[in-house]
C-alpha cells in the first residue's frame, strides 16, 4: 500500500497563508485532502487525479489550491486566507482506480484506502 506523510501544519493567524505537503511513496489514480474538526465528520477538501485535474470543494475554491511536485512524490495544499473555521486535522489520503468512479473532493472518505496521520491546522483569530 501507498505510504502517506503529511507535515506542514501549524498555528496561523487569521488572513494568513498556509502549505501542506504530503509525500508518497507511489503514484495513485487519485490523492486527496481531507479534514476533519474537533466534533464533526471528516470532509473533503480537494483532490488530483493521477493526470493533474484537480477538485476543490465548493466551499474552498479561490483559498485552497491542490497540486503535485515536479518529482512527483508530493502532494500540496495551499491554503490562503485562512479562517478559524479552518482549524482542523488535516489528512492526505489516495486511492487506486475503481472502474466507474471519479477522482474528485466529493468523495466520501469511505471511497479511499490509504490514509496518512494527519497535521494540525489552527487558525487564531
Known amino acids: 500500500q501507498v505510504q502517506l506523510v503529511e507535515s506542514g501544519g501549524g498555528s496561523v493567524q487569521a488572513g494568513r497563508s498556509l502549505t501542506l505537503s504530503c509525500k508518497y511513496t507511489?503514484?495513485?489514480?487519485?490523492m486527496g485532502w481531507f479534514r476533519q474538526a474537533p466534533g464533526k465528520e471528516r470532509e473533503g477538501v480537494a483532490a488530483?487525479?493521477?493526470?493533474?485535474?484537480?477538485s476543490v470543494a465548493d466551499s474552498l475554491k479561490g483559498r485552497f489550491t491542490i497540486s503535485r511536485g515536479p518529482a512527483k512524490n508530493t502532494l500540496y495544499l495551499q491554503m490562503n486566507s485562512l479562517k478559524p473555521d479552518d482549524t482542523a486535522m488535516y489528512y492526505c489520503?489516495?486511492?487506486?482506480?475503481?472502474?466507474?468512479?471519479?477522482?474528485?473532493?466529493?468523495?466520501?472518505?469511505?471511497?479511499?484506502?490509504?490514509w496518512g496521520q494527519g497535521t494540525q491546522v489552527t487558525v487564531s483569530s
Open positions: 507511489y503514484l495513485t489514480y487519485c
Open positions: 488530483i487525479a493521477a493526470y493533474d485535474t484537480t
Open positions: 489520503a489516495a486511492r487506486n482506480y475503481i472502474p466507474g468512479t471519479y477522482c474528485s473532493s466529493g468523495n466520501s472518505e469511505r471511497w479511499y484506502n490509504n
